[in-house]
Each structure stands twice: as structure tokens, then as C-alpha cells.
């Protein structure tokens, strides 16, 4: 059974930091490229960052460059995102979700998906 589970999202100020994990069940991470997207109320969901199976290869959002990082940890099945000097309109729920290699963000190339984590970024 294919799964990922985000977690790490909650309350944070503006300017503070937070770590997604997105761990995966069912199948080998290390497979597959895995990126990040949110989606905010009212608003399309959209790309926020790529990586590739090992790690090599980085894509961000110009909205996130400089402020939030992906890694990976094949060997833990988990996929991070950590966010940085975090603005109100990063508020959103963000979605890991498994794919293939392309050097962009393009949610088409994904065919599993997350639940999502709450991340809200507040005064």
C-alpha cells in the first residue's frame, strides 16, 4: 500500500522556521523524485520544490528560493522541507507527493499524494 504522511506543519510567527517531514510506506522513496506543493484557500495548488531520487538535483519555487531547503534520507524513507523566514503568504497546506525527473514543478508528473500538513504563518 503506497503512502506518504506529511507532518510537521502548525503555528509559527512571521520570520520563524519549520521542518515538513514527508515519510513513505509501501515502496522505496529512494525510487523516485519527490516534490512539495501547497495550496492555500482559494488558491490553485502550486509547486513549491523538487528533488531527485538521490538527492542531486534541487528545483524551488522563486517564491521559496533562499528560504526553504529540501533534502532527503533515502535510507529513513522521509523527504524534508525546511522553511525559513517564513512569510503570512506561505500559509497553506503543503503536499509531498512521488514522481519522476523533470527540473520543474509540474503536479502532473506526481501519481501519489500526501494528506497534507496545516502550516500557518501568523502575527
Known amino acids: 500500500q503506497v503512502q506518504l504522511v506529511e507532518s510537521g506543519g502548525g503555528l509559527v510567527q512571521p520570520g520563524g522556521s519549520l521542518r515538513l517531514s514527508c515519510a513513505a510506506s509501501?515502496?522505496?522513496?529512494?525510487?523516485?523524485?519527490i516534490g512539495w506543493f501547497r495550496q492555500a484557500p482559494g488558491k490553485e495548488r502550486e509547486g513549491v520544490s523538487c528533488?531527485?531520487?538521490?538527492?542531486?538535483?534541487?528545483v524551488y519555487a522563486n517564491s521559496v528560493k533562499g528560504r526553504f531547503t529540501i533534502s532527503r534520507d533515502n535510507a529513513k524513507n522521509t523527504v524534508y522541507l525546511r522553511m525559513s523566514s517564513l512569510r503570512p503568504e506561505d500559509t497553506a497546506v503543503y503536499y509531498c507527493?512521488?514522481?519522476?525527473?523533470?527540473?520543474?514543478?509540474?503536479?502532473?508528473?506526481?501519481?501519489?499524494w500526501g494528506q497534507g500538513t496545516q502550516v500557518t504563518v501568523s502575527s
Open positions: 507527493a512521488r514522481g519522476t525527473w523533470t527540473g520543474t514543478l509540474r503536479p502532473g508528473d506526481y501519481d501519489s
Open positions: 528533488i531527485s531520487r538521490t538527492g542531486g538535483s534541487l
Open positions: 509501501g515502496f522505496s522513496l529512494g525510487y523516485y523524485a
